[in-house]
């Protein structure tokens, strides 16, 4: 038989019924509340996630071009090296002697062409060695290069240290020994160039071009012309032009590639080295 409910008396009449606390003082409470997290919803519980790649990125569509446009993206790369000057075309003509492997130039020209070279080798950042027999003409340049900093040094004959060179700290080598230079006692190296000057063609020039990796030839007579053609085999078209070149334009050869190259002074060199010339 049930039991009537007690009727709620006029106070209580309008009163909201009391709720169970949900945290009841005990004992052992160290009176510190305690915080109740609600539970995530289900779609934030989980984060999608790809293996060994951490999360997701944006999703966006892929870049995609067709067959046909994919010749209009291109960036025009050149060689890094020292610039020596334009070829006929009026292009730069960079010159790489810092090289991972030996590298042997010869040439065949004046001081003017040499300095320049030489100017333009540290500006790259290399360390330039002079071996020279006349270090008189190369004293002012060893001290203006640099600007304070001793990247030119001049040595004479034979007293060549080794130089250390690196990839991070490259060489380059120029030995202007007159017409008969002797053995030198430090060679190409990977990292460290040697650049040979010979004023002129001489019955000792063969040994030395036919061992050269690249070979600049400024004006020279005729006769000289027989000797580099029967030495490199470079074509009679080419080898005309040389005995009239213009005092700033050498030919820079391989067996199997030659080139024109004008080099034409900064305001700076023009100043420590005057205008292009040929002889000295």
């Known amino acids: 038989m049930s039991q009537p409910t007690p009727a709620m008396t006029q106070g209580q009449q309008g ?6 606390p949900a945290h009841v003082a005990s004992p052992t409470d160290t009176g510190m509340i305690p915080i109740i997290r609600q539970p995530e919803p289900q779609t ?15 999703r966006r569509n ?14 025009p790369i050149g060689d ?12 730069p003509a960079v010159l790489g002697l ?5 590298f042997d130039v010869v040439l065949v020209g004046g001081l003017w062409l040499a300095q320049v070279l030489a100017l333009r080798a540290a500006a790259t950042g290399a360390r330039v060695g002079v071996e020279t027999g006349r270090p008189q003409a190369w004293q002012q340049l060893a001290q203006a290069a640099g600007g304070g900093q001793q990247c030119v040094t001049v040595y004479p004959v034979g007293r060549v240290p080794a130089q250390g060179p690196s990839v991070s ?28 000057v010979l004023p002129f063609v001489s019955e000792h020039a063969p040994r030395w071009l036919a061992q050269a990796h690249l070979v600049g030839v400024q004006r020279i007579s005729p006769f000289e012309t027989e000797v580099v ?21 050498a030919m820079w050869c391989t067996r199997k590639h030659q080139k024109f190259v004008m080099t034409e ?9 005057g205008v292009a010339r040929r002889m000295d």
Do not use: K, Y
């Not at 934030?44 to 944006?58: K, N, Y």
């Not at 002074?265 to 080295?273: I, S, V």
């Open 80 to 91: 890094d090296g020292v610039l020596i000057g334009s070829d006929a075309e009026g292009q």
């Open 98 to 102: 810092s090289r991972p492997t030996p």
């Open 229 to 249: 053609r029967d030495t490199l085999g470079i074509p009679e078209e080419q080898l005309q032009h040389l005995p009239t070149l213009h005092d700033g334009v």
């Open 15 to 20: 009163r909201t019924p009391a709720r169970t």
């Open 265 to 273: 002074p900064t305001d700076a060199e023009t100043g420590l080295l």
């Open 44 to 58: 934030q519980q989980r984060r999608i996630a790809s293996p060994g790649f951490g999360l997701r990125g944006p």
């Open 169 to 196: 700290s490259p060489v380059v080598l120029i030995r202007d020994c007159g017409i008969r230079p002797p053995r030198g006692r430090v060679t190409s190296v990977p990292w460290q160039a040697v650049v040979t």
């Open 62 to 75: 892929r870049h995609v071009v067709t067959v046909e446009e994919l010749a209009a993206i291109s960036m």
